[in-house]
């Protein structure tokens, strides 16, 4: 195994590739096309390999980075090649070969492997690294340093398969990863995590993300105590969003099933009972006539809790506005956090987020004045995902400050992250900068 990386040959389905002499023939007078085409056979002698590894067509390069017969030391020269597909190609190749690389392979190998992957994740270009961490996400055959420093990356595209997967991290390595304010995509990622330590699942709900703790809620091997579930209880009341996991997480005490009963609906109730064997047919009987007495007065105590009437569209006109001195201030301090946009989403300050997004974002007045006017769910998530507030940010402003209906809310993917790919993402910015 493995020979492919000094040049030696493997058996293949594909046709032979052309002997010695005509090889030679196309490498120094065939078109790119040609080239590309003698470069994929997996059966070419290394010394073209390794030549066509700095072809001038890029073709030929990604036909070189893709061919598992190709030699380590062109790989290495690739590693660091200009086009970004080539790197690609290059990552993917290596993540499919890694599994297999053991001891028997020799130290010199291990090193030129660890260089090429190393290389890789520190690529410029995120697709490039989410290629090489989606590949490593499940080994341990890799230097740790490597699996942390993608762990750390601030494109979640990047971090979310090692911080999910990786078995190189430390219960120590994920908590300090998590301390440093990740975004809601990699938190999920945490959260979606094996047999996550306690210490860990706190600093998840700390991290007070609704996404985050509901794949929590949805992660039957994340250890949750007493302590950790009262908070859970606590935050989810008022987030329709969690009452579905919460009902579902199952193996809840009676006093935990009587509080969550307190605040979910009614088409919640059967479920609740249903997956917490602690409840009998004494107490589910008592929750059911509490649900319906409390459905009875529910118009009025909706009405206590509702959140402040968000403020009209902002005025861009003029400086002097409070909410812009204040966004300003916090701005040239740095100030301009997440948390400090949840906040004031929350209190439903409309000028403050729209001053405030317009300097995070570093988009002209105009732009955010149309995308609150015209209530553009593609460009408010482009400017969350600039600004890494994350999805639910983005989510939550269509619900809360726009008031859009729930059935028309963009909402996040299915793994909870942005509805739009990283490409259409950078568009929709690039389209508010001008």
Known sequence: MLKWMFGGKKKSQQKAAP??????????TGDAKA??????HEGLQPEFLYYFATDKAPEVRRSVAANTSTPLQADVILSRDPDEQVRSELGRKIGALLPDLSEAQGDRVKILIHQIVETLAKDEMPRVRAVIAEEIKLLDNIPPRIA???AEDAEAQVAAPILQYSPLLSGDDILEIVSESLNAESLVAVARRDNIEENVVRAVIESDETLAITALLENKTALIGDSLMDKIVDLAEPRKDMHEPLVSRGGLSSSFVQRIAGFVSASLLDPLIKNNSLVDDELAEKLRESVAKRLTEETPVEEDRKRPEPQPLPDFGGEEAPEFTRAKQMHEKGELTAK???AALEKGETLFLAYGLCMAADVPAKSIEKVFETQNAKSIMAIAW???LGVEFAVNLQRDIWEIPEVDIVQADENGGYPMSEANLEWAYSILKE
């Open 19 to 28: 002997d010695y002499e005509q090889s030679k023939q196309i490498s120094a």
């Open 386 to 388: 600039h600004c890494e």
């Open 340 to 342: 400090v946009f949840r």
């Open 148 to 150: 942390k420093m993608l």
């Open 35 to 40: 080239r590309q085409k003698l470069a994929a």
